[in-house]
T-cell receptor, first 112, second 116 residues
Framework: SQQGEEDPQALSIQEGENATMNCSYK?????LQWYRQNSGRGLVHLIL?????REKHSGRLRVTLDTSKKSSSLLITASRAADTASYFC????????????FGSGTRLQVQP | EAQVTQNPRYLITVTGKKLTVTCSQN?????MSWYRQDPGLGLRQIYY???????DKGDVPEGYKVSRKEKRNFPLILESPSPNQTSLYFC???????????????FGSGTRLTVV
């Protein structure tokens, strides 16, 4: 079952611009994670934000989490052509199976 | 290099012919999981394992089997593959997935399976 839903489904920007992707989820979480997937390849873990955190940075990545709205955003600043990929949010439940449940992804295209 | 290794990378097989996709991790991770990825359906968990000899069903376990005899290996077995199992499969591992833990997954490179 899909927990997170990303918005937009696809995003096309120019190199140097910022890219913002949003994720909404439905149930209580322990943490939320963002992953990148280059076409047909494995997913790469980018950043994890705990449920008691509101914002986290890693290099050109900035993630925010609003548990009251059950939403998160991923901002990539000064994008590069190499950032072209699909980006997925994934939520880890604080109960039950504790599996990561993935959203449907945002396809980001960065034009050189 | 810390990694999850899946084999094979590509596989074309015929309906009903048993196959195994291997997965091995070298990070001493306790938690391992299999996902399948299909267009429009995203990633769905097939099976997972919290530790050696501990496995359980995910969201879409029908038609699959797994085993966890050693910590590093978590093979996915399709006893009688059918065309609806054509998909991109990923193995993933994590240090631990117990209550209150916060660890990311390391994914393998994927196995593209076609069942004709």
């Amino acid at each position: 079952s899909q927990q997170g839903e990303e918005d937009p489904q696809a995003l096309s920007i120019q190199e140097g611009e910022n890219a913002t992707m949003n994720c909404s989820y439905k149930t209580s979480i322990n943490n939320l994670q963002w992953y990148r997937q280059n076409s047909g390849r494995g997913l790469v873990h980018l950043i994890l934000i705990r449920s008691n955190e509101r914002e986290k940075h890693s290099g050109r990545l900035r993630v925010t989490l609003d548990t009251s709205k059950k939403s998160s955003s991923l901002l990539i600043t000064a994008s590069r052509a190499a950032d072209t990929a699909s980006y997925f949010c994934a939520t880890a439940s604080d109960t039950g199976r504790r599996a990561l449940t993935f959203g449907s992804g945002t396809r980001l295209q960065v034009q050189p | 290099e810390a990694q999850v290794t899946q084999n094979p990378r590509y596989l074309i097989t015929v309906t009903g012919k048993k196959l195994t996709v291997t997965c091995s991790q070298n990070m001493n991770h306790e938690y391992m999981s299999w996902y399948r990825q299909d267009p429009g359906l995203g990633l769905r968990q097939i099976y997972y394992s919290m530790n050696v000899e501990v496995t359980d069903k995910g969201d879409v376990p029908e038609g699959y089997k797994v085993s966890r005899k050693e910590k590093r290996n978590f093979p996915l077995i399709l006893e009688s593959p059918s065309p609806n199992q054509t998909s991109l499969y990923f193995c993933a591992s994590s240090l631990y997935q117990g209550a209150g833990t916060n660890y990311g997954y390391t994914f393998g490179s994927g196995t593209r399976l076609t069942v004709v």
